[in-house]
């Protein structure tokens, strides 16, 4: 579990965002979008993310469709033994 993904799951606040990670790419331009900054920052700013996690191998279409949902970006939790759904 990404550690960034899971700090910001306790605290939404949680600024750090790591570029290993596909969640936290999609959380960061997710933030940009609803900056009260003007529209030309926010396209520069989203820009320059999404470069960053696009150089690092995550695909685009993914980060922008994560980063368009109503909801903020989190890796999506390991499924708990107990909930007896994964096979090993
Ligand atoms: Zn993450």
């Known amino acids: 579990m990404c ?4 700090n910001a799951r306790i ?7 790591d570029p290993a990670c596909l969640h ?3 959380r960061l331009i997710w933030r940009i979008q609803r900056f009260q900054i003007p529209r ?8 320059r993310a999404m470069k960053v996690w696009t150089d ?3 695909s685009e279409a993914e980060l922008r ?8 970006p989190l890796e999506p939790e390991q499924p708990s033994p107990s909930h007896g759904r994964r096979k090993t």
Do not use: W
Not at 3 to 6: K, M, N, R, Y
């Open 65 to 72: 469709k994560l980063a368009k949902l109503e909801a903020l």
């Open 3 to 6: 550690e960034c993904c899971q």
């Open 11 to 17: 605290g939404p606040a949680y600024a750090t965002h």
């Open 40 to 47: 030309q920052d926010k396209i520069e700013r989203c820009r």
């Open 24 to 26: 936290c790419g999609a």
């Open 56 to 58: 690092y191998g995550h």
